[in-house]
């Protein structure tokens, strides 16, 4: 059973993990929207987000699922691997940190010395909600997605450099539609990977050791399902 639901052999499985998928992306998006209301920078893709949200007057929600989509769409044209949790994690993510919003669920820090403290706790949950959200084993992340395909086509630039110019580049674009910039840019972007190191160092997790099941294979499961549920046993 355990096997079948690590595995998503089942249509059971599948739809358990990808419950697990959209639990665990809505709890990350609170963790972003901690690191937003520290008010001290938001992190690289969320200034892209932030600014598109402030140039076009939509939802930060409504401007991550374009932004989102938009990588997914990249992903695609560059044959990487799509999962389900794909979309899941381009739709809940953005929605979770407008609901948060929405209800003000934690004011905008006004000083450095409660900034630091929930911009540090927004990041600790993003990287245990990343763990649980990887464990589903229904795709990575469209942006990490997007990292390891570029990575794989420029062989002779290290994985960290290619990460740098993506940030980068995100964040230039945002800072040029609004977005907002600062010392908390520079702390999500460079502590986002070893919190998250730390995290799943912590729980003894190895992310490469996770066999994400592409799209068309869970489709293939879920059909067979059902036409076996139509057949009967």
Known sequence: MFRDLRNNRTPGAILINMVLAAVSLFVNGFGVYLTIQANLGAAPWDV?????????RILYGTASIAVSFT??????????????????????????VDFFNHINAVPKCSTPLTAIPVLLAGLVIIAY????????SLGCGPRDTLLVGLARRVKRVPIGAVSIALLST???????LGGPVGIGTLLCAFCTGPVMQLAFRSVRFDATEI??????????????GMRK????P
């Open 229 to 232: 549920r139509r057949t009967g």
């Open 129 to 136: 909600t990343q763990y649980t959200y990887m464990i589903a």
């Open 71 to 96: 990588i997914l769409a990249i992903d695609i044209l560059l044959k990487e691997p799509i999962g389900i949790a794909m979309f899941i994690d381009a739709v809940v993510v953005g929605k979770s």
């Open 211 to 224: 066999r994400h099941q592409r799209l068309q294979d869970s489709a293939r499961v879920l059909l067979a």
């Open 170 to 176: 995100a964040t230039l674009i945002g800072w040029l």
């Open 48 to 56: 892209l987000n932030l600014g598109l949200s402030a140039s076009t």
